[in-house]
């Protein structure tokens, strides 16, 4: 959904299908169309596995006992963005969640975070995406770790380590990097309520691993009791607590040049779109000149005074709450020297 709406803000496809093949990773192919979700217009993007690749994430044998992230891949949204120069902003506080699509019953052979991170440092892309895109997946591993018990090592991503997710995850910051967005603001992340099914059981949302994240997070969140599923994912939260610079609302400063909307696939009852403004900093300024006030200037013409009884006197009227008060010498009648004040 973040892609996507990076797509509908004017992100080129082609262009990126190119950059992300320096992902140096293959056996997905990237899918984009053109669709109206309650009326309204967006993209919905996606990443689909070749056969082969989708087979081997999704083997696991009976003996392996590993953590379960709770990653959506195609349904993570956020909530609102900006900053100097192009900047993504996103502004519905009711149904813009980040959300997901259904959870897998079956179990997927994860890798690790030290898998992870060799596949994206072995890559081609820039320093900056390389270290956003792996922050992302250390906090998802930091939260996971904690809730179940585990050291980082044993902590092995599931969904969120597929193929899929890591392309989403890293095309994300190669979008916002091609886009030449530099800074994101957000409204408050809106998260549903009640229970899920995951391959540990039920869980209660918001999920474990985002109440883990939300600890010492200036993050906002509200829930919504009336939508009885899971809308901000683990790797939705990571990237709203890692990526955003701000939450609020739009800047007085900032101007909206496009509005753009990613879909996603899950039906929640609800419009399961995301949307994202582009924001430009504001052309011109106007000035607003107040005609309340009044201003009295008063002169004086000063004979026969020192010069530290002209600064005193400087000094009592500064003190008094005149704005600005100076003498300018002068010559009066019979060329005597002397002072006018103003």
Request: glycine share 8%.
């Amino acid at each position: 959904m973040l892609l996507g709406v990076l797509f509908d803000l004017g992100l080129d496809f082609d262009q990126f299908q190119a950059e992300l093949e320096k992902l140096k990773v293959s056996g997905y192919h990237l899918t984009l169309e053109k669709t109206t979700r309650s009326a309204i217009g967006g993209q919905l993007f996606g990443v689909v596995l070749d056969d082969a690749h989708h087979h081997a994430d999704e083997s696991l044998t009976a003996q392996e006992v590993e953590a379960h992230e709770h990653h959506h891949h195609d349904d993570d949204q956020l909530a609102e963005h900006d900053h100097h120069h192009d900047h993504l902003a996103e502004h519905d506080h009711h149904h813009d969640d980040l959300a997901a699509t259904p959870h897998h019953h079956h179990h997927h052979h994860g890798r690790n975070l030290q898998e992870i991170e060799t596949i994206i440092n072995n890559s081609n892309l820039s320093q900056s995406v390389k270290i956003q895109a792996l922050g992302v997946f250390n906090e998802i591993a930091q939260a996971e770790a904690h809730v179940h018990q585990l050291s980082l090592d044993e902590i092995h991503f599931h969904e969120v380590g597929a193929l899929d997710s890591i392309v989403d995850i890293v095309g994300f910051f190669v979008g916002l990097e091609m886009m030449g967005i530099d800074g994101i603001i957000s409204g408050t992340l809106v998260d549903g309520s009640g229970t899920i099914e995951v391959a540990h059981g039920t869980m209660p949302v918001p999920v474990p691993a985002v109440m883990q994240m939300r600890q010492n997070s200036e993050v906002p969140v509200r829930q919504r009791t009336d939508i009885h599923t899971e809308l901000v994912t683990p790797t939705g939260f990571a990237i709203a607590k890692l990526a955003f610079d701000s939450f609020g609302p739009i800047p007085d400063d900032m101007q909206v040049q496009k509005v753009g909307y990613g879909f996603g696939t899950r039906d929640t009852g609800h419009l399961n779109g995301l949307r994202g403004l582009l924001l430009t900093p504001l052309a011109s300024q106007k000035e607003v000149h107040s005609t309340s006030d009044e201003i009295v200037e008063i002169h004086a013409n000063v004979d026969e005074q020192s010069g530290e009884g002209l600064g005193y006197a400087i000094e009592r009227l500064m003190t008094a709450g005149a704005y600005d008060a100076y003498f300018t010498p002068i010559f009066m009648k019979k060329n005597r020297p002397a002072y006018q004040s103003r």
